[in-house]
């Protein structure tokens, strides 16, 4: 029986995905991991081990990206969890004419000791960072991050700090939550002069 091959490059929706660790700091009650192991036509999103820089230029060069020009950094774990693996393909992907997209839960300068948003902002052209909630409180509840009660101030924060380096930044919401607590999301966003996207929840997959 030969080895499964790690999954690190997918696709969904015509877009292109790096699933580069499946470490994550939260356990969001909506979280499609807690439903499905896979996205659209990929294999497992289930890694035997966080992948190298190496082992993602490897997927990165088999793929034919003729008819993609953006590679979002966004699987099975939180893409700021393998910090100096994402810094270094998003690297690559630019020397490569490969635009980039980070989806984040915005914890990376919590999870990495130190604010790490200028370095995102220098390397990668977009990101997108999961509010999920209108207050602390709230956001504890739904995203039971392992960082407790500050992790929504740093989240905030987060946004914040790269609004001073790129436009190309927005927090999303899924439309899970209420139609008050969107509204008191946009106001939090507009605060912070960073735009807010409100996602469809889907469980098709």
Excluded at 29 to 53: A, Q
Excluded at 101 to 112: E, K, W
Excluded at 166 to 181: Q, R, Y
Aim: hydrophobic share 35%; charged share 25%; proline share 2%.
């Amino acid at each position: 029986m030969s080895e499964k091959k790690d999954e690190i490059l997918y696709t969904y929706a015509s877009n292109v995905y790096l699933n580069i660790t499946n470490a994550c700091p939260c356990n969001c009650e909506f979280c499609i991991r807690k439903t499905t192991d896979k996205v659209g036509e990929s294999g497992s999103l289930w890694l035997s081990h966080n992948p190298t820089f190496e082992e993602v230029k490897a997927a990165v060069d088999s793929f034919d990206f003729t008819d993609h020009d953006e590679a979002v950094f966004c699987g099975y774990g939180e893409p700021t969890m393998s910090f100096d693996v994402l810094i270094a393909a998003a690297k690559y992907l630019r020397q490569k004419g490969i635009r980039t997209r980070l989806n984040t839960n915005g914890l990376g300068s919590l999870i990495n000791k130190r604010d790490i948003s200028k370095e995102i902002c220098d390397n990668i052209d977009t990101i997108s960072i999961s509010m999920n909630a209108s207050d602390a409180e709230k956001y504890e509840a739904i995203v039971h991050p392992v960082f407790g009660i500050k992790s929504f101030d740093a989240m905030l924060e987060f946004g914040k700090e790269c609004r001073k380096y790129t436009e190309n930044v927005a927090f999303t919401v899924v439309d899970v939550i209420s139609d008050d607590d969107i509204a008191q999301c946009k106001r939090i966003a507009d605060s912070l002069n960073v735009p807010l996207r409100v996602r469809k929840y889907s469980t098709e997959y």
